[in-house]
Nanobody, 118 residues
Framework: QVQLVESGGGLVQPGGSLRLSCAASGFTFTIYAMGWYRQAPGKERELVAAISSGGASRNYADSAKGRFTISRDNAKNTVYLQMNSLKPEDTAVYFC???????????WGQGTQVTVSS
């Protein structure tokens, strides 16, 4: 069975940091680009960061540039999102997804809550 399991979310103060992890199994992780998405209450889900299958290409939403870093370890079937200088507007449920060749999410994790508040 396909599984994408996010971890690392929690409550942090503004300016703090978190590292999210997504452990994948049940599909060929190494051929998929991977993405981190987030969804805040009442808002549409948005792509925060994406990384190509080999890790050579990365893309970020404007709101994440300079603060977030996406990476992957294909030997561990894991993708990460390092989040620094967190702001209250980063509060959301964060999801990881395996992205197919058409740029569409094929598999999704259950999400992990990130709350940035003082």
């Amino acid at each position: 069975q396909v599984q994408l399991v996010e971890s690392g979310g929690g409550l942090v103060q503004p300016g703090g940091s978190l590292r999210l992890s997504c452990a994948a199994s049940g599909f060929t992780f190494t051929i998929y680009a991977m993405g981190w998405y987030r969804q805040a209450p009442g808002k549409e889900r948005e792509l925060v960061a994406a990384i190509s299958s080999g890790g050579a290409s990365r893309n970020y939403a404007d709101s994440a540039k300079g603060r977030f870093t996406i990476s992957r370890d294909n030997a561990k079937n894991t993708v990460y999102l390092q989040m620094n200088s967190l702001k209250p507007e980063d509060t959301a449920v964060y999801f990881c997804s395996a992205i197919n060749s058409l740029g569409r999410g094929r598999y999704w994790g259950q999400g992990t809550q990130v709350t940035v508040s003082s």
